[in-house]
């Protein structure tokens, strides 16, 4: 969802409040850029990315086009594949010892939310679907997944637009798929980006004019939600939108969040989620972002461009091109944040 310009956002307070002011930000250039999306308006919306161990180059990024479907992109930014499919909203994928599957939300029926699966077939740089599979009433929104550090075991997240969160369980055993809702937590109002850390077995919400939320990720866990974050208008400013990690150790690294009301990414010290600065993107030959909606970032070697990492956000003004993806260097990101 975008949230009205910044400027518009404090000139409607300023006749009786004091508004907060967002805290500068350095500006970092895009390395590349997806194709645009074929779809007009606000189409594009989160990204996804798997990392190529034995050939970097070779890595790819999802993207999906809420009104027509899914895309595969290279490196490079050219679509190597497109994967028809009715409101697909947000991706996430896990890479299961060399079969990558990616879960995405699917909004095309408001009433009954859905999760559409699909198989990365990395060769052949193409999703194949699985099927969708219902999860619960409502409109699916927000989409992440977590593998279980003690048994392996795939479970979804999916956050409905109402604030529901619905945990679901994926068995991919057998010939086919199966899916069942295991426990349902909630947030008070509109809510999307999610991300669970693997290494913790926490999971990151976000409300978009509220804040950030963690809960445990275990099914037989509280359904209790803790706060981590406001949003303040400085640091974070509404909608708070989509949700990455860059792990490091065994609970360390950073949680970034898209602050899409003033077109940042505002980054969170782990595990004790801390104020550790933001960053915009823009200032080089590939035109920066704005409105940015989902987020993802790997960490690793993609190559020369991409020594440590490699962070990909939706811009939701290309113009005059039709929305599209842009990838950051994670190293330029550090080097600009002076992070260590």
């Known amino acids: 969802m975008r949230a009205l310009p910044f400027a518009a956002l404090l000139l409607a307070g300023c006749a009786t409040t004091s508004v907060p002011v967002a805290i500068e930000a350095p500006t970092v250039a895009a390395t590349a850029e997806t194709d645009p999306v074929d779809t007009a308006a606000d189409a594009a919306d989160d990204p996804a990315i ?12 999802i993207g999906t086009d809420k009104k027509a479907g899914i895309h595969v992109y ?5 679509r190597l594949s497109f994967t028809p499919a009715a409101r697909l909203n947000n991706v996430d994928l896990r890479d299961l010892g060399g079969r990558v599957i990616a879960a995405a939300s699917d909004r095309a029926d408001i009433a009954t939310a859905h999760v559409s699966l699909f198989t990365l077939d990395t060769a052949a740089a193409k999703l194949v679907p699985l099927g969708r599979f219902p999860v619960g009433p409502g409109e699916a929104y927000g989409m992440c997944l977590w593998t279980r550090a003690s048994d392996h075991a795939l479970f979804g997240f999916v956050v409905l637009k109402d604030g529901r969160i619905d945990q679901v369980a994926i068995d991919l055993s057998g010939a086919a798929p199966k899916m069942k809702t295991v426990r349902s937590m909630k947030l008070g ?4 980006g999610c991300v669970v850390d693997d290494r913790t077995g926490l999971l990151y919400v976000a409300e978009e004019d509220v804040g950030l939320w963690r809960f445990d990720a275990d099914p037989s866990a509280p359904v209790t939600a803790t706060p981590i974050a406001k949003v303040d208008g400085k640091t974070l400013v509404a909608d708070a939108e989509g949700l990455a990690l860059a792990p490091s150790g065994r609970n360390g690294g950073y949680l970034v969040a898209s602050s899409q009301g003033d077109n940042a990414y505002t980054l ?3 595990p004790g989620v801390t104020y550790a600065g933001r960053f915009r993107i823009g200032g080089g030959a590939i035109d920066g972002t704005s409105d940015t909606d989902g987020i993802e970032l790997m960490l690793g070697n993609f190559g020369p461009a991409y020594p440590q990492g490699l962070f990909a956000a939706q811009d939701g003004d290309n113009a005059p091109a039709t929305q599209n993806f842009k990838y950051v260097s994670w190293a330029s990101v550090k080097r600009a944040l002076k992070l260590r």
Not at 50 to 61: C, E, I, Q, T, Y
Not at 74 to 78: F, R, S, V
Not at 189 to 192: D, G, I, K, L, M
Request: glycine fraction near 12%.
């Open 50 to 61: 798997w990392r190529n161990a034995g050939d970097p180059a070779k890595s790819l990024v």
């Open 74 to 78: 290279g490196l490079a930014g050219k």
């Open 189 to 192: 109002t509109q809510s999307e």
């Open 268 to 270: 969170y010290r782990l």
